[in-house]
């Protein structure tokens, strides 16, 4: 089993990239049998597809790598690195351009969704997308990819182009990756509005615990989470119409990796007034040392650098024999 998943590197993550992303990440990583691989990449060529700002993205990379080693990455027992830096990326891109058709690219939802009505002004990149993806994975020989919902139609794409690869050049060389359906990731949503999704973007701080943010400052912005005067119910079914409960009674579960339902078996019957300070006990219990990790390894980015290095040159070793098959079945 070799799995390959990437993460577009961006700044000020938060606890839902955490719970939403990060998390499981680790989560696979630690489900690995021996023998099998996980490597996982910080998409940076991915991030030009939109606007970018160039001062901003290396520091993201390095950031990013740093929560994830903080989070419980091990770059000695998983492949961690920048796509960037295994330039087979873009090569076999280049290549696999040959196969894919327009027509696929252009039913793809996440191309209409955020191009949007500006079709005509959006990036040829972000139309591409999905055949760098292809080539995340297939360069690899990835046997499983793990997918969201959104993705899966990018790995159907995936498997399409292998396929139309080994057919039209009439080799075995690409292996069709399965997607990976782990349990389902938590969404966060805001702690200033239960219908908002807790977001970097929201301008709002006290909105989202960021994973930089001090003890005092997680303590301080779950006390003041927006929540209701009600108490606690027995069931989940009773925080139907009670987003902002429900939100918080999600956070503490996935913090402790506990069930919605065991929650609510040790708080029916309590308000906010009790459930709120365990959540904030739990909260830091949990983050408060991913932060310091985070923060001693970035005091030595230069350090993170060559983490990232060493991962990049185990991908390079994987990727090379299989460009270099790539290329030879098309006559380069
Ligand atoms: P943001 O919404 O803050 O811009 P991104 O879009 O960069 O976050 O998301 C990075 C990763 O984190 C994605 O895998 C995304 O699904 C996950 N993620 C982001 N926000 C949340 C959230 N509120 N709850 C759960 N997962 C999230
Ligand atoms: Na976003």
């Excluded at 993806?133 to 498997?159: C, F, S």
């Excluded at 919605?260 to 830091?284: C, H, Q």
Aim: hydrophobic share 45%.
């Amino acid at each position: 089993m070799r799995v390959v998943s990437g993460i577009q590197p961006t700044g000020n993550l938060h606890l839902g990239n955490y719970l939403g992303a990060i998390r499981q990440w680790v989560a696979l990583q630690d489900s690995m049998a021996a023998g099998d691989e996980c490597l996982f990449f910080l998409a940076d060529l991915h991030a030009l597809t939109v606007a970018i700002d160039p001062k901003e993205l290396a520091g993201n990379t390095v950031e990013m790598a740093a929560v994830l080693i903080a989070s419980g990455i091990d770059p000695d027992r998983s492949i961690l690195f920048n796509q960037a830096r295994v330039t087979a990326h873009s090569e076999l891109a280049w290549i696999l351009n040959g196969t894919a058709r327009v027509g696929w690219l252009n039913r793809m939802t996440q191309w209409k969704d955020k191009a949007g009505k500006n079709r005509e002004g959006a990036s040829v990149g972000l139309f591409a997308y999905p055949v760098l993806q292809a080539a995340d994975v297939l360069l690899y020989n990835a046997t499983h990819v793990p997918v969201g919902e959104d993705q899966k139609q990018h790995l159907e794409l995936a498997r399409d182009i292998a396929t139309k690869f080994n057919g039209d050049f009439g080799v075995d060389l690409f292996t069709l990756p399965l997607p990976l359906v782990s349990k389902a990731a938590p969404r966060i949503m805001s702690l200033r509005d239960g219908s908002a999704k807790m977001s970097k973007s929201d301008p709002s701080d006290a909105s989202r615990i960021n994973l930089i943010d001090g003890d005092d400052v997680i303590v301080q912005k779950l006390k003041k989470a927006k929540s209701d005067a009600d108490v606690l119910p027995e069931t989940v079914d009773g925080l139907a119409e009670r987003p902002e409960a429900r939100n918080l009674v999600t956070i503490y579960a996935a913090l402790a990796d506990q069930s919605a339902e065991s929650v609510l078996g040790e708080f029916a019957g309590k308000g906010f007034g009790a459930f709120k300070p365990a959540l904030a006990d739990i909260a830091v219990a949990t983050l408060g040392p991913i932060r310091d990790r985070m923060t001693a390894l970035l005091e030595d980015r230069a350090a993170i650098g060559a983490v990232l290095e060493n991962g990049a040159s185990r991908a390079r070793a994987l990727a090379a024999p299989t460009l270099r098959a790539a290329q030879a079945a098309v006559g380069l």
